[in-house]
Nanobody, 123 residues
Framework: QVQLLESGGGLVQPGGSLRLSCATS????????MGWFRQAPGKEREFVAA????????YYADSVKGRFTISRDSAKNTVYLQMNSLKPEDTAVYYC????????????????WGQGTQVTVSS
């Protein structure tokens, strides 16, 4: 069992930045593809970004390309989502997902989930 813990959410003004972190306890993430999803009020959960287990490939939703960057630090068992130029429409609960030896590009393809962290973009 993999337990994922997100952190770094909060309230930020439009145009601002936040960095989300996803860490696991008790198990290495080095063989897991990792991803971020988000769910806004009244909407379905959607894919945001993902990174292959060895870090050599990254994937982004069109809505965040050029603004968000996913990265991983295997030594710290942590995955990050750097979010720049934030917009009000980025407001959502952000979830970390993991898939062993794969890439969590969809909800059905994701094996493990964190509890989520709230990101609110508002002036």
């Amino acid at each position: 069992q993999v337990q994922l813990l997100e952190s770094g959410g909060g309230l930020v003004q439009p145009g601002g930045s936040l960095r989300l972190s996803c860490a696991t306890s008790g198990r290495t993430l080095s063989t897991y593809g990792m991803g971020w999803f988000r769910q806004a009020p009244g909407k379905e959960r959607e894919f945001v970004a993902a990174i292959r287990w060895n870090g050599d490939s990254t994937y982004y939703a069109d809505s965040v390309k050029g603004r968000f960057t996913i990265s991983r630090d295997s030594a710290k068992n942590t995955v990050y989502l750097q979010m720049n130029s934030l917009k009000p429409e980025d407001t959502a609960v952000y979830y970390c997902a993991a898939k062993p030896y794969g890439v969590p590009l969809s909800i059905s393809a994701s094996t493990y989930w964190g509890q989520g962290t709230q990101v609110t973009v508002s002036s």
